[in-house]
């Protein structure tokens, strides 16, 4: 836990501080919690669908692996393991070896926790090893997609020195942010 407040959540795209990982976690974790209420309240079947245990256990755990590939020292650079294994792999390797640890656990729900870890990032060219196939591994990909596009958004308008109400150009989104504030003119 200790090593989990200290890391950042990623080197270059968002959360990139001391304390981000868990910053980005609980965002996440908020964010889970906050659809699976949505439609429990508002739509009983979808909501029937999801276990909402399951779903904010996988927000807490889907980016674990960041705890081993990025180095909490200056400049937040990859490690050795980080480099060549990635955040995903790692954090499933790490799921899976304590979840063979604990007896007579439900196998069906550890597969399903170690899947909401592979493919949290949802598309392959994201470097999702699997795309979500259940409801739960859907939402997480979704929030934990928002919180890091808001706060990377967030980031970069903040060190933006551009003039006016847009950002420079964001070679990422290929386009330029409205910065927000006053519109009267």
Known sequence: MDAFGKSPA???MHHVFAGGLLQH??????LVRLIFEE???????????IDKDLLVAGAFLHDIG?????????GFDYTFRGRLLGHVALGLMALKQRLEKIENIDREKADLLMHMVISHHGEY??????????????????ADNLDAKLQGLAEFADKDVQE???????????????KGGDTGQ
């Not at 976690?25 to 908020?30: D, E």
Request: charged residues 25%; hydrophobic residues 40%; contains cysteine.
């Open 10 to 12: 990623a080197k270059g």
């Open 25 to 30: 976690t609980l965002k996440v974790m908020r």
């Open 39 to 49: 439609y429990n309240a508002s739509d009983p079947l979808v909501a029937s669908m």
């Open 66 to 74: 960041k705890i081993e590939e990025l180095s909490p020292g200056a």
């Open 125 to 142: 060219e994201y470097g999702s090893p699997k795309m979500p196939m259940c409801m739960e591994a859907m939402i997480l990909h979704y």
């Open 164 to 178: 006016g109400k847009f950002t420079a150009w964001h070679r990422l989104y290929e386009r330029q942010f409205y």
